[in-house]
């Protein structure tokens, strides 16, 4: 099928916390609509049958509670009906914004998500009921081709959202489309939680996500397009996901994903947004996906004296590190019950520092879970202290295995290139229960592979 996802770079409030009428605030999602508008027919024309759109890519962010309430749209949760807001604008008040993109999806004939801000007004007699009377949520709303509400979903896992509340039970929110089955959706931070993404997936069987984002980038682990990619590998499923462009705030990165080629878009350098079209297969059979723990032996050679190991700050998180020196090698590093291993070897020396780390424990900023990580990075420098540190270019290129006893079977495969570029590995999966990952020559130089495990009983 033909899909299309809109990284934009949105119009934002130069005040977001200011009081404003809603007919202002209305015309401020306007302009952000009517780009929506030229973007929906640009992809409708090159055959797109389904385009997703980014979180808070109409109203913006760094709202309070109060300040967003203008810009908020009544849209009644999912089990409530059939409704076709552009055929029956007159059935709710407060639906200017819904209408709009219902509209869209009807004039082009395509399938359409948006993530926009809506309110619920909730009883008294509600315990959960705010002070204000009403709920806040972060939702995305799905529209088929005839414009009709398909499906909506609040997002679970806010993260530092004052103006959102989180909805009393994750929601587990999906629509079919008559070109690729099922599809599931969630949004942003979500993604690193088994509520709802991984447990909507497993529970669903879902072979296609579409994903709506606001996404910072944080190097070397969780770039937008290293992890959207990882976690489309993982699952063995495709994914749509559309981010919001603001460089300035380390905002950019989007994607067309399958488990083996992706689409993508990242742009730290101009400004504007970009239309992403590409052709994907339907995932239907239930490939044994890299979950499934397989027996089977990793070559035990007997440990060579390994050099000395130093901790250094990454993504946070205090990691153990051993340099990777010289042409070739075998290297491991341990830390809590983790121990992860590397077989290396280089094609030609070059003068940059590389580190292997692990980490296993509970990451505890800006949002808190517990992770199991591998990682073999490029440093910012030629000393210790530099390992951790962002890096975007890279030259060397690295034949290697890496595998780790990991205790979780969540593990997200990472393999970012120089340029925040994306490849794949030659293997990867379980044996002898350790998950491994082999690459021979990444196709530019080498700044991160990684094995990111997620152990989400210990949160």
Known sequence: ????????????SPTPAAPVERRSALELMGRNLDIYEQQVLAAA?????????????????????????PY?????????????????PYLYNDTEVV??????????????????????????????????GRYQFNTNVAFGADGSLLATYRKHNLYFEYAFDTPPEPDHAFFDTPFAGKFGMFTCFDILFFEPAVNLIRQYNLKQIVYPTAWMNQLPLLSAVEFQQAFATAFNINILAANIHHPTLGMTGSGIYTPVKSFIYHNMESYGGKLIVAEIPVITADYKTHLEK????????????????????????????????????????????????????????????????????????????????????KCGGLSFSTCGQEVTDATALIDFQLWGNMSTPYIFPLLLTSGITLDFAD???????????????????????ALYGRWYEKD
């Open 1 to 12: 099928y033909v899909a299309a996802v809109y990284e934009h770079e949105s119009i934002l």
């Open 72 to 88: 908020l749209d009544f849209v009644p949760h999912s089990d409530s009906g059939k409704w076709n807001p552009c055929r029956e």
């Open 99 to 132: 209408q709009r993109l219902s509209c869209m999806a009807l004039k082009n004939k395509i399938f359409l998500v948006a993530n926009l801000g809506s309110k619920q007004p909730c009883e008294r007699s509600d315990p959960r009921c705010p002070s204000d």
């Open 45 to 69: 024309r090159q055959g797109a049958q389904i385009i997703v759109f980014p979180e808070d890519g109409i109203h913006g962010f760094n709202f309070t509670r109060s300040s967003i309430y």
């Open 427 to 449: 293997h990867m999966g379980w044996k002898n229960n350790h998950y491994f990952l082999t690459k021979n020559r990444t196709s530019a130089g080498l700044l991160t592979a």
């Open 294 to 377: 397989t027996p089977g032996r990793i070559s035990e050679k007997g440990k060579e004296q390994s050099p000395p190991s130093f901790y250094a700050e990454m993504m946070y998180d205090n990691f153990t590190f051993v340099p990777v020196w010289g042409e070739k090698g075998e290297l491991q590093v341990c830390a809590n019950t983790l121990c992860c291993s590397l077989n290396y070897r280089r094609a030609v020396l070059t003068d940059e520092l590389y580190a292997l780390g692990v980490f296993d424990g509970l990451h505890t900023v800006h949002g808190t879970y517990y992770v199991q990580a591998c990682a073999l990075v």
